[in-house]
């Protein structure tokens, strides 16, 4: 099993920034991927970033720019730094690992909520 536990979410101006972390804990050895997804009221979760194995970045369009997602193998922790945040980037924001076994099995965090005033 994998636990994950994020925060770091709060109220922010737009233009201003937030770090996210996501502590990992039990059986991390065997995880694939790491990412971030968001769901904002009335839509559906959406992924924002994700982080793989071997280190390599990829990022929703609406993010590319403003948001770097990265890992402390150390402290077994990914963050999300959300930078020059928009109203629009206000949702919750879900820590979720990836095991990519037949079927692939998935974690997820409780979710940390971000709100953007403007």
């Known amino acids: 099993q994998v636990q994950l536990v994020e925060s770091g979410g709060g109220l922010v101006q737009a233009g201003g920034s937030l770090r996210l972390s996501c502590a990992v804990s039990g059986s991390i050895f065997s995880i694939n991927a790491m990412d971030w997804y968001r769901q904002a009221p009335g839509k559906q979760r959406e992924l924002v970033a994700i982080?793989?194995?071997?280190?390599?970045?990829n990022y929703a369009d609406s993010v590319k720019g403003r948001f770097t997602i990265s890992r402390d193998n150390a402290k077994n922790t990914v963050y999300l730094q959300m930078n020059s945040l928009k109203p629009e980037d206000t949702a919750v924001y879900y820590c979720?690992?990836?095991?990519?076994?037949?079927?692939?099995?998935?974690?997820w965090g409780q979710g940390t909520q971000v709100t953007v005033s403007s």
């Open positions: 979720h690992a990836a095991r990519f076994t037949v079927p692939q099995q998935d974690y």
């Open positions: 982080i793989t194995r071997g280190g390599s970045t």
